[in-house]
């Protein structure tokens, strides 16, 4: 492929999760639209959570043919799908397996992918990571981009083009708001476990008022 196709969001999540399944349940691939639409949907291990219809999904399948992306064969009566990234993207398989999880899972650090590459391409260490994201990211037409620290943050982040540019303004808010309400939860849980604390206090007290 001489040039970088630009997807929409769904025809991206697709791609990632052909990808992905090929290797985390190898006996149920190649994927029937019904079990490759679930995967689109899966509301852990993705972002965004998606909510897409099989119509959609098989939309997102025809145009991704267009760039020879998918493998079509007939399971019995239920047709079923397969990706082709690696010729088609003329990429090895470590550089597919990280396109797949930024396509997946959105922004990550070098470390968060190497942890989320496991079952796809074990990575010996993360140096290795940054090295195929490097050339990622250096090739005449990059695929992926490092974006800016985010504020508090020790290691940048990195992001796939396949959708086109990357809103790095946008990325920022959505990630620091998710930050403040990773923090929010977490002071709600401290502060139910103090009452729950004093709570279990006030009844020892009134259990031994009680008693006496």
């Known amino acids: ?12 999540r697709v791609l990632g ?6 290797k985390t349940v190898p006996d149920a691939y190649p994927l029937s639209v019904n079990t490759l639409t ?4 899966q509301k852990t291990a993705r972002d965004p959570v998606m909510s897409a219809s099989e119509a959609e999904v098989l939309s997102a399948i025809d145009s991704l ?6 493998v ?3 399971g019995g009566r239920v047709m079923r799908y397969a990706h082709n990234a690696r010729r088609a993207f003329k990429l090895p398989e470590q550089s597919v397996a990280l396109l797949a999880i930024l396509m ?4 990550q650090t070098a470390g968060e992918l190497r942890t989320n590459c496991d079952r ?10 940054e090295a195929f994201l490097a050339e990622l990211g250096e090739s005449e037409t990059p695929w992926v981009v490092k974006l800016p620290k985010l504020p508090g943050s020790r290691e940048h982040r990195w992001a796939h083009l396949l959708c086109g540019a990357v809103d790095t303004e946008a990325l920022s808010v959505a990630a620091s708001q998710r930050h403040a309400d990773t923090d929010t939860v977490a002071k709600l849980q401290a502060d139910v476990a103090r009452l729950s604390e004093e709570v279990a206090a006030l009844r020892s007290m009134v259990e031994k008022l009680v008693a006496s």
């Open 65 to 70: 043919k267009d760039y020879s992306l998918i």
């Open 17 to 22: 999760v052909l990808i992905e399944k090929e």
């Open 38 to 41: 679930l995967g689109c949907n």
């Open 120 to 129: 796809l391409h074990p990575f010996g260490d993360i140096s290795s990571v």
């Open 104 to 107: 997946l899972r959105g922004p």
């Open 1 to 12: 492929m001489t040039t970088l196709p630009i997807f929409s969001p769904l025809e991206a």
């Open 72 to 74: 079509e064969s007939s």
